[in-house]
Every structure is written in C-alpha cells, then in structure tokens.
C-alpha cells in the first residue's frame, strides 16, 4: 500500500489531486461530488475584485438611473427588500461548503489593489475556510508603469490581507515575473505560505469580420504544464513556500511530474470540466498504481526529486538546456 | 407611548394603513396613486403581515373595472378589502362602486384625487374624479395633508366597518400623495384600538358561503326596487355620528382632533370660506393671518363631504356668517354651481327653512372654481376671494387663479401677498431628473425631519420631457407647523444644479433679498461672474444674494461618482443653510446614504460618503461685484421664425410661464398645431454623433434607429450644393436610382439627446483604426452653432421623390421623411423608431389612435408636438381618446374613412356629367398600392377639387367635402402592452376580430413603462417589475398566437435591433394588407435595467434565446397555398438565463431571491422551447392542396 498523503500549506491531504477554481465549485453539489470522487482540496472558484465593486456600483446605476425624473415614474424597478450581492453569497457559499464537506475548503480571491475589498478575506475565514488562495493578476498596459512598482502593490496586498487573516496564504500568479525567485521569497516574506503557479486567464482573439477584440478561453493542454515545471523545479528549495502546479494537469504522469518538480499539490481544472469529475477518481487510481509500477512508498518519496536542486542536472533548467534544444534539431 | 415620527409622502402614508387593514387588495397602476398599489405589493412580497398577522394578498388586475370587481367579489364573499386609485381608473370602478354600496359592504378606496381627461388629459389633482362619483352612494371622506391622509385612513376603515356604508377616502393628486411631509406615525396600537373586531367579523359572516347560502345581486321589478332603494336610508343617517365618533375615539388616542365640518378663523367672521381638501390648510393659515390683522373672516373646512350632515355643517358655522364662498376643484359645465355649492346652498336654505340653523337669515351663497389640475392656490389668491366677499355685489360662480379674459369668471388678486413667516426657511433647487436632484432633496426633507426638532416639508415638480427631464424642489422647515400647500415663490435658498439652466430658466425670480443662491458651476471664483447672463447677474446685485459656486462634477469625478452630484449639492446646502452642526450634518447624511443606499453594497456607499467628505472643500463663496458686465443673455424659448402661436403660446409655456396664459390664448376644443417640437431646441446633450464621411457605405442604418428623428439622410442634385455653409458635408450618392446624386447624412445638433444609437448600428470601420467609425461622438458645444447652420441647409434641400425608389430596403427607406421628430421621449427610447418608421412609410396618409401611455405622453404632452408635416402640408393627424379604449378609438376612425369613401365613390359616380367620365372612372379604379398610384390618386382629387369648385349642384359641394378621402388613408391604431395586453385587450380583440382595415401597433416594453415599470401580462417569466416584485411567476401571454388564431389577421413579431429588414418589410405588409393587421414591436425600454446605448444587442439576445421570435404571419399566403406563418428567426441558440441576467429586471431577483430566480428561468426555458416547437410545426405545414401530407 502506497501512501499518498501529502502537506499543503500546513494542510494534511489525503493525495495530492487538488481541484482549482472552476465553475465545478459553484454548488455545493458540485463540491461534494469533487469529495466523492477523490480529490483532497478544493479551491473554490473566485470571488473578484471587480465582481465585488462593480456588482454593487451595476445594481445602483440601473436603480437609481433617470429615477425622481417624470411625475408619473418615480421609479423603474420596485423597492426590494434585500439583496444578496456576490460577495455575500460568495461567503455564504464557503459556509456551506464546509457544513457539506469534510475536505479542506480553501477560499479564493482574484484582486490587485488594496482597498475595501480584501475584507472579504477576512469574512472567507470566518465562514470557515481553510485556507486563501490570493490570485494576483494586473496586466499593465502603462507605460509609465515599471515592473518594481507592480511588484511593489502585488506585495502591499498580500501584506494587508496578512494582517487581517489568521489561515494559511497561498499567492497565484502569472508568469509574468521578471525575476521569480526574488519576487517568491518576498512573497514568503510577506506572509504567504504557498505558490500556485501559473495563472491562466482570458486572452483576447480578433472577430476578423466585424474588426472587433473578442475573449476567448481555452482550457488547458498538457503542453502547459512545462512552465510551471520548470518554475516549481527552480524554486523547491530556495524559497521557504510550499507550491500549487497548476495548468496543464491532465494525467497521472503529469501529477507525478509535478510532484517530482517539487510541487506539494497538483492542482487540476480543465481535465475534470472536459471529462467529469469521476476522472478525479480515475487520476487518483491511476496515481497509486504508477506508484506501485515504479517501487514508490509514498508521494512524499519523489517531491522535489526532479528538482534543480535534486536532480543533478541544474543546467537543464537554465539556458545550457536551451543550446541543448537547439542542437537536437 | 413614544411617538414615531417619519417623513414621507402622503401615498406612503395611506398605503401603510391600507396594508395594515386589510386582508385582499386589488391594485392597477394610474398615476397618481400606483405607488400607493406599489408598496403594498412590494410590502407583501416581503412578508409584511396585517393587524391580524397575516400578509395581504395583493393582486394586480388587468383594469380598474377589473380590480373593482375583484374587490367586490373579494367584500362580497367576507375579505377586508381595498384598492388604490385616481381619475379615469375611479370612473371604470363607478358601476361597481355602486353594487357595493347597494349592497352595503363596508370597504375603503383610496383616491390620490386627480382631474379627468376633457379637452386634454391630465396627471395632476383636483376633485374632477371624486365628484364624479359622488352619486353612488360611497361615504366620501377628504384629508388636506399627509397627516391627515394618514389618519384618515384609519377613520375611513374604522367607520365603514360600523357603518356598513364603504367610504371614498380621498385627497389630492401630487399635492398630497407626492409631498413629503414629517408626520406622527400611527402606532399599531392605536389602530388595534379603532378597529373593532366584531364589526370584522359581522362583515366576515355576512360573506357568501355555501355553508350558509343566501343569494345577493337579485334582479328586481318595479313592484319593489323603488322601496328596496330606500332601506338604506337610516345607514346613511347613522354615518356621519358613526364618523365623528371614531374621529373622538382617535382624538383621544393621538391627541389630533378632527370634526366632520371643521371651523377656523373669527367667532365673529361675517366672510367665511368652504372648501375641501388641501386647500383648506392655505385658508385656514390665511385667514389666521387675516385675523390677527383685523379681519373677521374664517374658514369651514368640510371633512366628510358624503353623507352631507346638514345638521354638522350648520352647527359648526358662526352665527354671524353674512357672505358664504363655496370652493370646488372641479368643474361641471353647463350645471348651476359645482357640487360642493350646490350642497351647501342646499343645506344653508334646508337648515333656515328648518330653523337649525345659527342664523336667522340666510348668508349669501358664492361658489367658485380653484387649482384645477394642480393650479396654484395660495394665500394671495384666498386673500382674493376674502376682498371680493367684502364688496357689495361679491362675483358668484367665479374662478380664481386664472385670468379668465373670456368669459370674465376670474377675481383679481395681488400676487405679492405673503402670509409665510420668517422663521420658516424656505428652499427651491434646479436640477435635472438624471443628477439626482429629487432624491437628495427627498433624503434631505427627511434627515431635518427626522433628525431635527423642525418641521419639514418637501414638494417636487416634474418635467413633461422624458429625456432631459428638468425639476424643481420646493424645501420648507422650521420650528412651526407648514401648513403652505403651495409651492414657494420666495425663498432663502435658490440652488441651480445645471449651470445651463441658467440661460434658459429665470430662477432667481424665487429668490427673496438676502437670499442664499448656490450654483454648480465647472467656473471658479475669479471666472464665474463672467459667464453668468446679464440677467443673472442683475438679479444676484439687486436682491444682494450671497452666491455660493461649487464645482460638483469634479467633486463627483473625483469621487468615481460620474455625474450623479446629489449629495455633494445636498452637502453644501446643509452647510450653508446651518440647519444642523457640520458635523451632524455631515453624520445625518451619511446615515441617509447608508440606509438608501446600503443594499446595494459597501462599494457605493464608499463613494457616496467619499463624495461628501470632498464636498465643502470645493465650496466657495464669490464677491459680487457691484455692476453687471456680461454680454451673454437668457435665451428666447423659440426662434423668432416660429409661427404666431407656437411663439406667443408654445413659447411662454416652455420658458416656464404658462400659469400667465389667459383663457383666449387657449384653444377652445384641446385642437394644437403639430410639428411644434422642431421650435424647442432643448440641447440637452452634451456629445453628438459627427459624420466622418469618407467611411460611410450610406447603408441608413443610422437613420433607422434614431429614435428622435435627429439623424437624416438625403440624396439630391450636387448643383443645390453651391449654396451649402462652408462645414456642411457630403459625398457622391450611391443610389441606383439616383445615379449622378450627391449625399449627406446630417445631425440636428440642438434636438439630439445623445443616445448613441447610430453610432452603435454604424457598420462602417476604418480599417486602420476601427474604433474610428462613420460616426462618432464628440463634444456638441464647439460644433453647435456650425451644425446648426448645416440642418437649416440640409433641410433646405428637397426630400427624394417618393415616386422614384421603392423602400424595400433600409437604405431606400431611410430617404423617405419622417414626420415623427425630436419627441420627448427617454434618449434611446425603444419603441420611437417604430413610429417614426411608420410616419416615414405612410405619415402623409396616416391616422393615429394612440392609447394613453409613454406614446401618447411624447406623443402628445404640451408645449410641444412631435408629428410632423412635409411640403405638401401632410402628416400624420393624430389623438389619444383614453388608456382603454383605443382599438375601438381606431376602429372608429377606421368607419369614418370607409363610409366616407363610400359615400365620395357614389358621389363621383353620381357626378360623373361633372367630373367627366375619364376621371370619374379614374378615381373609381384607381391603383393606389404604391407611391406612384397614391401620387396620381391625389392628382386626380386636386384635379376633381378644381372641377366642382364653384358648382352650386349640393352634392358637387357635399363631394367637395369628402374628396381627400379617395386618397388611400392608414389607420394606426399604437398604443404600450398595458393596453393591449391587459385593459384593452377585449376591445382589441373585437377590433381585430372584425376584420376591419386597421394597423395595430404594440410597442411593447412588456411592462407600463409610463408609470414606472408595472407588470403587464406582456412581462416575461422571471422578470422583476412593478406589481412583481417576486419576478413573473408566468410567461408572457402570447397576443400573436390569440391573433393568428382566427386565420384573418396580419400579424407580426419584430425588433428592429434584431432584424431591421424584417420590421421594415412587416410595417409595408401590415399597410397593404386589406384587413386587420397587428404588430407587436419588440421595445427597449429604461425599466428593464441596462444602459440603452446597448438596446440592439439585447434585443438580439431576446431573439436569439428564443425570449422573442421572429415572425410574420400574413393570411394572403394562405390563398396562394403556402404557410401563411413565417419564422423569420432561427432556433434559440443561446440559454434564456444568458439573455436574462444581463438585464437588471432579471438579475436583480438573482440577487434578492437565488432560488426563486433559478426555478423561475427553468420554467422560462422550458417554455420557451415549447413555445419555439410550436411555431415551428404551425410553420412547417402544408397549405398545398394538393400535398398528400395535408390529407
């Protein structure tokens, strides 16, 4: 019997199959079924920043628009009791998720700016959460607006939002870091506990009829997975953060990757939309038996084992490995 | 017991007792009184339980008719039960309102009391609709404030128990039901206290039960009608002690004591004054102010009007009572005194000849006429009547308020007499309906109410525009009772929240001297004097004003605010009035926001409060100095190039001066001119569309989604452009039937309201830079003048010849000239393009029977019309006759034209020696299905017109007559979904049914979008709305299935932002079709909740969530065997919840009710997929005889 038991931000998991922010956190139906099927932690889909500003400021604008204008119409839609905006459900939601399952429930909120909206990372703890996963993504398009400074607000939020939790802090980024393990250890620094790298999000496509800027999202490929690969290989070991790989985690040998690289979950999305959430318990058998095929006792046996650090081969993630490349052609 | 006090209008006030008092409540929206339907709706939903603990079942009906009927089937069967109502809405209850009192049936309605529509229909208040009602037996009950309206709604519920006759509470429209006043709220107690539970439960037993079945609604024979009439006598003689008593039972639990006729003034007055209503508290101050001058005068106020007491009336009058003047607010032509004269001189010669009276002789009796439809009625005016009673021979059946230049019924009175004391302050405010102005000046009368010692009171004036929308506040407060219901003329404070205004309002007109004047202003301190009219600056230096500037949009920028600057306006004036410490102020304010606005979240109340703190930084103070320099002036209201009437009449009602009208300058029979709104240059936007020529692929698109008409294309010889302005612009046409032609697509720069419509439809890109389009907003003020300049040349060239292209294509379509513009409609108005499509394809040939609603309101709301003529003098004639009744309004009109073209026809045949045999047939057999023929018809008419002209043969005269009606006539019979969905849905049928030549045309908003977004049966599931505050619990009715079904009629589903081809070749279709036709038009509309500029894709999203199909189904095809139905739409393609939730009706019930709103779309989903498989097999079958399928 394999152990496949693993620690992720001070959390004890049963495997390391952790299910990212999707659409499939949106019930607690969706939850429980993520439980059955085996996954040890579930990342509950993202509450935003600009969901929690702009749904308030939407709701006002259409209720108060053009109203005390007309003596007939003073106005235009009734007077309703209460609302339940996003964030408020969104708080309700982790309640009911922890009432409804016993796997650890961790949190998460997509935002950059300090401002009135991180005190919803304190309202996700008190719901019960397990842990918060901050996703930090700004796409500057300034430019008067330096990589230094970016950086800078990226850490002033996880700063606040430290000082207003007691629970574990994992930062997802993009990799769009110019100097990863620097930024990692001031993230350490900071107060968070975990990396989840990488961030996948909307990327604009052109409608070449109507010249138009169209969104567009796919979902993920194991092709994907190779960044945040060589990334958690880089890091594991040099700064004190456990890692979340995310993107591109299809199969069993791209957990296994994962964890070889040194990541303490593998975190999986798209694989579990494309093929249903049973695919979970599929990835999690199949896990065993690879670990069985190949004479591992446990998970913990082989993390960071491909690691720069482990793996004897440190020029493999640096550029030698791209000359290398480039001769093989 | 602690006091609870609010502030609150008298709607408000009434409907709280309403609610609490009774079990079912049938409700129907008419303004004024639908919020009153609204909130107990609203209160419902969220559970609000009555006196007994259990929530009232409110349910709205299709009709007042139809809710009075509820609501006597409700009474009759043992419910507590009442309904809200006003004008037009209490007539169609009269016939049942007469069952329930026959019946005896205790029962309360509540009247916001409003005039009827004459000569013209109106919102506002009088007692027009009480006192047309007073003949069916209702006891009628009227409050004159919103206290008063508060605690007489009690009394009225209380009495009708015991007394078993239902009452009328009434009190006026606006005056009442929209002044926001500081009132005692009636704790639940008290009202415990008056009803008595076994009158309840005597009306619960008397109700129809086959447990104990008796039979009521007899049909009676003149053996014994008569004396079964008369067994209600002693009900009728017990009432009004029943009254008075609970009026005592009230004093004695609230301290407000209330007498059935209640007198005001001297012991000794020889002058006293009758009157009902709100007026009451202008006399009775009046004459407290008339007394402590000296003069003996007073004033009766009548309580309960019905029962007359002749008794209470006389008793409660002084003896020494020489001239009685008799108020009424209404009028009744051709009667010899209005209603409440006649009583009283009833009662005063009764009680002398009966010896009750306090009096040996009889005083002399005058009655007069006041504040018909909200006209003012202020201390000057009653200070008129008191002068008059004094004179030897007093003016009888007099009016007062008006200048009566006719037939010579007006007093005359000193407009300058003021009884308001100096302790009150006194607050008017300019604003503009989309800055918030109201609401703040609502949460502001509240805060001083509520958190100050003060009384307070707060009245709102409306604009008639929809789009552009001006209002004006009128605050009052101080530490005594406001007893002013009228509005200010002098005040303290005179803020304008529009610098614009400036130029076209005389508003310091309200300022007294001394007085405070705070103007909103982009100007600092050391330009601002500069850009003030001269006649601005006089007024600040004569009255010595201390004028405040503060620059609120920026304060609103800044605070991520837009230009929502309420508050930061609201900020200043508590400031500056001092009616509160700073600090407190500043804490009552953002209280208010918190409470106003704290349901829709943290965010917006941050940036309410960030709005505020930057508020007084930005406040200033300006040295006036002591002489005028400006060179700028106040704006006419029209040009002088206006026609006599649209600048003597039309103009003095647009610059705010119509009270100053006299009666000769009216028309006599409600009969305007039309094409009067191309005089009212509003600029009131302050980004316009600019045509980028070079781009354009001169498709109409633009031109077809305008919804004011602002946005025109010509084609037309290049020679005319040798006169063109310099900036005037234009590119080769690229029409084939106009080959050689030059083009210009032009905007109306000072009618436009911005809505960005055409730019959003514009389909022509730069292909370096697409976010560069053939138009494109810009700023308006640099380019007013210059654009000004090239519509008066581009109007100037010559419309295309109809008789040249065939508009079967938009862009062919869009050369046709609408004769709809620049209407006062929302900008962005959904349902505007439709008409102004319609007027384009046959305005010159066109009648319109407009049902009352948003249509017939831009339609038809003085000062100005927007239906239009062409060269020719032709236009569309059109008129609203009621809400109701339009279909048969049409159909009627639909008659007129048919049996006159019968009878023209046998006249040209008859006269055919005259007319010559060549065009006596000619005009018989005349082809007129296109512009061509429809031309050479009218050819024939002028031809026919100059060869009878001066023949003495009758019926060349009696042809002479008629003539016009050879040419081919359209009947449009428009109206909302509230029409024809719900109150005039059986008359719409019979009219269609009948086979008739007539064109409906359903704007269809799916909701009364006139009074504010009520449910219709056009609503669609899951939407919220007014009346449905829950979200539709059921799906739209299908009005195009019901019509399809009788095989006969032309019908279409459109929306124009879906499929423009479509709805053009639906409205060509509808109008050749020679029988019934009935298009129902998919209509944006602002109580859906989402910003209109997106109004196309949305309406595509309804089409393609199936929400809305495409269809024409036209009964020619039939004929020819084919499936006369056409889906013009594909299958759904995207969810019904997509669609949905990005509209705010129905995303807001995801938010206050998740469970509610997800089973609700299912269900929607769900039927609209039957829905869209029906359609779809009626389509697919066979109508070929011959198809072995069809057997």
């Known amino acids: 019997m394999v152990d496949l038991k693993t620690n992720y931000l001070g959390l004890a998991l049963k495997n390391p199959l952790v299910a990212s922010a999707s659409p499939l956190s949106e019930t607690v139906q969706g939850v429980q079924q993520l439980e059955e099927a085996g996954v040890s932690a579930v990342v509950v889909y993202s509450l935003f920043e600009e969901q929690i500003i702009k749904e308030s400021l939407e709701l006002d604008h259409f209720l108060s628009r053009d109203t005390h204008s007309f003596a007939e119409a003073m106005t235009h839609l009734p007077e309703v009791g209460k609302f339940s905006l996003a964030p408020e459900n969104y708080v309700q939601h982790i309640s009911n998720l922890k009432a409804a399952v016993s796997i650890p429930v961790i949190g998460s909120l997509n935002g950059v700016s300090t401002g009135g909206w991180i005190e919803y990372a304190q309202k996700i703890e008190a719901a019960g959460a397990d842990a918060l996963e901050l996703n930090l993504y700004y796409l500057p398009t300034d430019p008067a607006l330096g990589g230094n400074e970016i950086e800078a607000a990226y850490l002033q939020v996880v700063k606040d939002i430290r000082k207003t939790i007691r629970i574990p802090l994992a930062v997802k980024l993009s990799p769009f870091i110019t100097a990863l393990p620097n930024f990692a250890k001031k993230l350490a620094d900071a107060g968070a506990n975990g990396l989840v790298l990488f961030n996948r999000f909307y990327q604009p496509d052109f409608d070449l009829e109507a010249l138009e800027v169209v969104p567009d999202l796919h979902l993920s490929t194991s092709s994907e997975l190779l960044l945040p690969l060589r990334w958690i290989a880089i890091l594991k070991g040099r700064v004190a953060l456990d890692f979340a790989l995310t993107s591109g985690v299809h199969t069993v040998e791209d957990i296994v990757k994962s964890m070889m690289a040194g990541a303490n979950v593998a975190m999986s999305a798209s694989t579990l939309l494309k093929n249903g959430t049973d695919y979970a318990r599929e990835l999690i058998a199949k896990l065993e038996e690879w670990l069985i095929d190949h004479e591992y006792e446990s998970i913990q046996q082989m993390q960071g084992s491909l690691s720069q650090e482990m793996s004897g081969n440190e020029a493999a993630f640096e550029r030698a490995n791209y000359m290398k490349v480039l001769n093989s052609y | ?1191």
């Open chain 2, 1 to 1191: 017991m602690t006091k609870i006090i609010k502030t609150l209008d008298g709607n408000e006030a009434v409907a709280t007792i309403a609610h609490k008092t009774n079990e079912v409540i049938a409700i129907y929206p008419i303004t004024p009184s639908s919020n009153m339907g609204e909130h107990a709706d609203a209160w419902s939903a969220q559970g609000r339980k009555n006196l007994w603990g259990t929530v009232p079942a409110v349910v709205e009906m299709q009709a007042e008719g139809g809710a009075a009927g509820a609501v006597h089937g409700a009474l009759q069967t043992g419910a507590l039960t009442t309904t809200f109502t006003a004008s037009q809405g209490l007539l169609l209850m009269i016939p049942n309102m007469y069952k329930i009192a026959g019946e005896l049936t205790a029962s309360v309605f509540h009247v916001s009391a409003r005039s009827i529509a004459a000569q013209a229909l109106s919102i506002f208040g009088d007692h027009s609709d009480v006192m047309a009602a007073r003949s069916t037996g209702w006891a009628m009950l009227g409050s004159g404030s919103v206290q008063e309206a508060h605690d007489f709604a009690l009394i009225a519920q209380a009495a009708t128990l015991e007394a078993r006759v239902p009452f009328i509470h009434f009190f006026e429209g606006f005056r009442v039901s929209h002044e926001v006043s500081k009132i005692e709220m009636l704790p639940k107690e008290t009202i415990r206290a008056l009803i008595n539970d076994e009158y309840v439960h005597a009306h619960r037993a008397r109700g129809l039960s086959p447990d104990h079945p008796v039979i009521r609604g007899t049909a009676q024979n003149p053996d014994v009608f008569f004396q079964a009439r008369e067994t209600v006598n002693p009900f009728y003689e017990a009432c009004p002690d029943i009254v008075q008593k609970y009026m005592d039972q009230f004093a004695a639990l609230t301290g407000r004591k209330y007498k059935l006729f209640e007198y005001e003034g001297a012991a000794d007055a020889k002058h006293v004054i009758v009157i009902i209503g709100s007026g009451g508290e202008t006399v009775a101050e009046t004459a407290k102010a008339l007394n402590a001058a000296g003069k003996n005068v007073g004033v009766l106020r009548v309580r309960l009007y019905r029962p007359f007491s002749i008794k209470h009336f006389v008793e409660a009058l002084p003896a020494s009572v020489k001239v009685l003047s008799v108020l009424d607010r209404t009028k009744e032509p051709g009667a010899s005194g209005e209603p409440l004269y006649q009583d009283v001189v009833t009662a005063v010669t009764e009680a002398v000849a009966e010896g009750i009276a306090p009096f040996e002789h009889a005083p002399r009796i005058i009655g007069g006429r006041y504040g018909l439809s909200s006209k003012e009625f202020t201390p000057a005016m009653v200070k008129g009547i008191y002068d008059d009673m004094a004179n030897a021979k007093p003016k009888n059946h007099f009016t007062i308020g008006i200048n009566d230049d006719v037939s010579h019924t007006s007093l005359e009175y000193d407009p300058g007499f003021s009884i308001e004391g100096e302790k009150t302050v006194r607050a008017v405010f300019f604003g503009l309906g989309s800055d918030g102005t109201v609401g703040a000046n609502k949460n502001s009368i509240k805060i001083i109410g509520e958190e100050t010692d003060n009384y307070a009171q707060g009245y709102f004036v409306y604009d008639s525009k929809k789009s552009g929308a001006k209002t004006i506040s009128h605050l009052r407060f101080g530490p005594e009772a406001i007893r002013a219901s009228y509005l200010i003329s002098q005040a303290n404070f005179v803020a304008c929240h529009q610098f614009n205004f400036l130029e076209q309002i005389d508003m310091l007109k309200y300022a007294q001297p001394g007085a405070v004047f705070l103007l909103n202003s982009i100007y600092d301190t050391d330009e601002i004097w500069s850009q003030l009219p001269k006649e601005v600056q006089k007024a600040i230096i004569e009255k010595g004003l201390q004028f405040y500037i503060l620059d609120a949009y920026r304060v609103a920028e800044k605070a991520g605010m837009g230009r929502r600057i309420n508050t930061i306006m609201q900020t200043a004036f508590f400031y500056i009035s001092g009616v509160l410490p700073q600090d407190e102020a500043i804490a009552a304010i953002k209280a208010s926001i918190k409470k106003t606005y704290g349901k829709r979240g943290e965010t917006v109340v941050q940036k309410n409060y960030a709005a505020v703190d930057q508020a007084l930084a930005h406040l200033r103070k300006v040295d006036v100095p002591a002489k005028t320099t400006s060179d700028l002036t106040m704006r006419k209201p029209v040009s002088d190039a206006a026609p006599k009437f649209v600048r003597e009449v039309v103009g003095t009602i647009i610059a705010g001066d119509g009270d100053s009208l006299p009666v000769s300058a009216m028309p006599i029979d409600g009969t305007y001119p039309v094409a009067t709104t191309q005089w009212e240059k509003r600029n009131i936007t302050l980004d316009i569309p600019v045509w980028e020529e070079d781009l354009c692929i001169q498709c109409g698109k633009c031109v077809f989604v305008c919804p004011h008409a602002v946005i025109r294309q010509k084609v037309y010889d290049p020679a005319l452009l040798a006169d063109a302005p310099t900036t005037f612009k234009h590119i080769d046409g690229k029409f084939k039937e106009f080959p050689g032609s030059a083009f210009t697509i032009q905007v109306a720069p000072e009618d436009c309201t911005g809505c960005q419509l055409c730019v959003q439809v514009c389909p022509a890109k730069d292909k370096s830079q697409p976010k560069r389009k053939a138009l494109n907003m810009a700023a308006q003020p640099p380019i007013r003048e210059s654009e000004a300049v090239n519509w008066d040349f581009f109007l100037s060239i010559p419309e295309a010849d109809r008789t040249k292209f065939d508009p079967t294509n938009i862009k062919n379509s869009q050369l046709l000239q609408p004769l709809f513009e620049f209407s006062g409609a929302c900008a962005g108005c959904g349902e505007t393009p439709y008409i102004k499509l319609a007027s384009q394809l046959f305005g010159d040939r066109m009648v319109i029977a407009n049902a009352t609603g948003c249509s017939s309101i831009y339609g038809g709301n003085l000062p100005t019309h927007p239906y239009s003529v062409n060269k020719d003098g032709r236009g569309p004639a059109w008129s609203n006759s009621l809400f109701e009744d339009n279909a048969e309004f049409g159909l009627g009109m639909r008659l007129t034209v048919d049996k006159q073209n019968e009878y023209a026809r046998e006249l040209v045949h008859q006269l055919t020696n005259l007319l010559g045999e060549n065009l006596a047939d000619e005009l018989l057999i005349a082809d007129q299905s296109d512009e061509t023929g429809i031309q050479a018809q009218r050819t024939r008419v002028d031809e026919l017109k100059k060869k009878l002209a001066g023949s003495d043969d009758p019926k060349a005269k009696d042809l002479l007559s008629l003539a016009d009606v050879l040419v081919k006539k359209s009947i449009w019979i428009v109206g909302g979904d509230g029409w024809a969905y719900d109150i005039g849905y059986g008359g719409l049928d019979h009219v269609l049914a009948s086979g008739r030549n007539v064109n409906v045309l359903v704007l269809d908003t799916q909701v009364y979008s006139n009074t504010g977004g009520q449910s219709s049966k056009a609503t669609p599931m899951g939407a919220v709305a007014k009346f449905a505050a829950n979200g539709k619990g059921i799906p739209r009715k299908d009005l195009g299935m019901i019509a399809m079904s009788y095989g006969y009629i032309y019908v279409a589903q459109v929306a124009m932002g879906s499929s423009d081809m479509q709805t053009l070749r639906a409205f060509r279709e509808a109008d050749a079709f020679d029988g019934p036709s009935l298009i129902l038009a998919y209509s944006p509309c602002i109580n859906h909740g989402y910003d209109l500029i997106d109004q196309l894709s949305h309406q595509d999203m309804a089409v393609k969530s199936g929400l809305w199909p495409l269809y024409r189904y036209n009964p020619n095809l039939i004929a020819k065997f084919k499936n006369p139905l056409n889906l013009d739409s594909k299958a759904p393609t995207i969810p019904v919840k997509e669609a949905a939730y990005t509209e705010t009706r129905y995303s807001m019930l995801a938010l206050s009710d998740e469970g509610r709103a997800e089973q609700l779309m299912q269900t929607a989903q769900a039927d609209v997929n039957a829905r869209w498989e029906l359609y779809q097999q009626m389509a697919s079958m066979s109508y070929d005889n011959n198809d072995e399928t069809n057997e």
